[in-house]
């Protein structure tokens, strides 16, 4: 047993978004969230992130029918700048929750 995540699903107002993407929707976005993505300490540092997709994955599966994106929350400058590695694009207001539209889950 060396990890679990959490998604959840939100709806948010395209407002908040940033302005290019916002323009694509209509005034509320459907979305999933990573809610919690944990690593034992066991496995800690050991590329955990970059070898395992699992949660997009899931994620993708999910949203495919149901919501336009994927939002998450990096709790550091070091999970923000993984995150952006992958598109996912900062929220206005809070450079630490990330949002990757639909399409970019591809």
């Known amino acids: 047993d060396w990890s679990f995540l959490t998604l959840a699903f939100c709806e948010i107002q395209a407002e908040v978004l940033p302005r290019n993407i916002a323009k694509k929707y209509s005034a509320k976005v459907l979305s999933a969230k990573l809610a919690r993505l944990v690593v034992s300490k066991k496995h800690q540092r050991n590329g955990f992130g970059k ?14 029918t149901l919501a336009h994106g994927f939002f998450v929350d990096a709790k550091e400058e ?12 900062p929220m206005p207001d809070n450079k630490h929750q990330l ?8």
């Open 51 to 64: 070898n395992d997709g699992n949660a997009l994955e899931r994620a993708m599966i999910i949203l495919e």
């Open 78 to 89: 070091k999970a923000r700048k993984y995150y952006e590695e992958y598109r996912f694009i």
């Open 99 to 106: 949002f990757l539209a639909m399409n970019g889950l591809q």
